[in-house]
């Protein structure tokens, strides 16, 4: 009987013991709000997390209230980028240690009004029905043509 106990108890301390094990992590995550220049959350803002050591980058997009968390990320350097329609993109570096939750808030300024030229030409029409040129060329025109012989 003591046997059984010791086997069940030394069973049930191994299992605890997995438990824990399982429970711990290696990565980390990334998480914050975006808001602009009232404190308001900016909803759909992209949001692009680059590691400075690896090269790797995901994204996310903030939630209606401007929420937004990015996780299973391998301790290091990451550069948070943030972009917005009608906003200025911004930057910021966080660093990431191992089971931890950094947070980063980013705030966005409003971008500046900007000018939309549109330039436009008129096309001469061409006529299609005859071969006719209406066009007279002058002696002064033919002089300046670049040819070898200038024989026209």
């Known amino acids: 009987m003591k046997k059984i106990r010791r086997t069940l108890l030394a069973l049930a301390l191994a299992c605890a013991t997995m ?41 996310a997009t903030t939630s209606s209230d401007g929420a937004y968390t990015i996780t299973n990320l391998l301790p290091g350097e990451y550069t948070v980028a943030v972009a917005a329609a009608g906003f200025n993109k911004s930057e910021r570096r966080v660093t990431v240690a191992v089971g931890t939750r950094v947070a980063a808030e980013i705030r966005l300024d409003v971008a500046s009004a900007t000018t939309t030229v549109e330039v436009s030409e008129s096309v001469a029409q061409v006529n299609t029905e005859t071969q006719t040129i209406g066009q007279v060329v002058t002696e002064r025109e033919i002089r300046d043509m670049p040819n070898l012989t200038r024989n026209p």
């Open 19 to 59: 438990l824990v094990a399982f429970a711990q992590t290696e990565t980390g995550q990334i998480t914050g709000t975006v808001t602009d220049p009232s404190g308001a959350g900016v909803p759909a803002a992209t949001v692009t997390v680059r590691s400075s050591g690896t090269g790797l980058v995901r994204t």
